[in-house]
């Protein structure tokens, strides 16, 4: 078997896990006045503000795309527009993984054909923690064997313990998976950066063939340090620039006082930014990139996830966490 293509690393290895866009509440059919239409002409258009912004690929329907709130043909319609969208805007095969929220291995390798239709060239597949401790190690082992061995296209491993009852990879079962010839990675979605660093550095692994990302970009230094590939970084969906340019100082070899410098400064604002998703999370997102890019609507996401934040709170909030990276953002 021909070892599939990674995802890029290093310079290259800043994605972003785009939230959906939705048209206006307003818009939606009769039948369905609470379920706002997904709307792929915004996500179209934020695709390529990134792109344009220096990101190095997307995560579509991820945990911040609200995966789990779609239908299936929504997940294929919305991938495939983006894919062709970014082609017309002169990004051919911008790199693109799709996320895979469910448990069962029939439906997973469902969402992974349509994938690969549409155009993703990754599956970014969350542990499947329905049952809690029940998901031991040896079975969550098996249950991706199974899964990279059926899917069209190479698969990363999604660990996010805040959806996925608390079930945590451990790093020997990095070990083991990373030998699978269509398993090329992982998204650690969690703060235990010893784990970030344990499989980065872990020589039974083949770091050319598996990529380590950290779901949080307040990592981002600490992690790509110590070999990890990238961060999959929600906040860089309003503010790119600066989480763009803190990957490239971090990954320099040699740093020198000046550099070392500009990566404290960087590293500094893009955590304290990180802190307003944090405290606002995927409405926050969605309203960050309404305010400052334009694109959505300040209604939030399909229910339970509906809202918006006041113009009290929004500003109370860029106070504290936003101002430093505005400054910084603007200068790039």
């Not at 785009?18 to 379920?35: D, I, V």
């Not at 296209?153 to 269509?182: C, D, F, M, R, W």
């Not at 090329?184 to 063939?209: A, F, R, T, Y």
């Not at 509906?306 to 430093?324: H, P």
Request: one cysteine or more.
């Amino acid at each position: 078997m021909t070892t599939p293509r990674v995802p890029p690393k290093g310079v290259f290895g800043v994605f972003v896990p785009s939230p959906t866009f939705y048209r206006p509440l307003a818009e939606s059919s009769p039948l369905q006045k609470s379920q706002p239409l997904v709307d792929v002409d915004a996500q179209t258009k934020h695709s390529v503000f990134l792109a344009q912004s220096g990101i190095t690929g997307l995560v579509l329907l991820g945990s911040t795309g609200e995966a789990i709130h779609l239908s299936r043909s929504e997940r294929f319609d919305l991938v495939a527009g983006v894919k062709q969208g970014l082609e017309a805007a002169g990004f051919p095969d911008y790199p693109i993984m799709a996320g895979v929220l469910t448990n069962g291995i029939d439906e997973t390798l469902e969402w992974l054909d349509d994938y690969a239709r549409a155009g993703a060239q990754w599956g970014l597949v969350l542990v499947p923690g329905y049952f809690g401790a029940g998901a031991n190690q040896e079975n969550i082992l098996e249950w991706y064997r199974i899964v990279a061995d059926a899917s069209p296209i190479p698969i990363l491993v999604y660990n996010y313990p805040g959806v996925t009852n608390n079930v945590l990879v451990q790093p020997e079962t990095y070990t083991s998976l990373a030998a699978h010839p269509k398993i090329v990675g992982c998204k650690m979605s969690h703060g235990n950066v010893s784990h970030h660093v344990q499989v980065s550095l872990d020589p039974e692994i083949d770091h050319d063939s598996f990529r380590v990302f950290s779901g949080f970009g307040q990592q981002l230094g600490p992690i790509v340090l110590f070999g990890a590939a990238g961060v999959i970084d929600g906040m860089a969906a309003f503010f790119p620039k600066t989480v763009v340019r803190l990957m490239a100082l971090a990954v320099k070899g040699e740093l020198n006082d000046e550099t070392r410098a500009e990566i404290y400064k960087l590293q500094f604002v893009v955590s304290r930014a990180e802190e307003f998703v944090v405290r606002y999370g995927i409405i926050g997102i969605k309203e960050a990139v309404f305010r400052i890019t334009g694109l959505g609507t300040q209604e939030g996401g399909r229910l339970p996830l509906r809202g918006t934040m006041a113009d009290s709170e929004w500003e109370k909030g860029r106070g504290l966490f936003l101002k430093g990276i505005e400054t910084v953002e603007a200068s790039l």
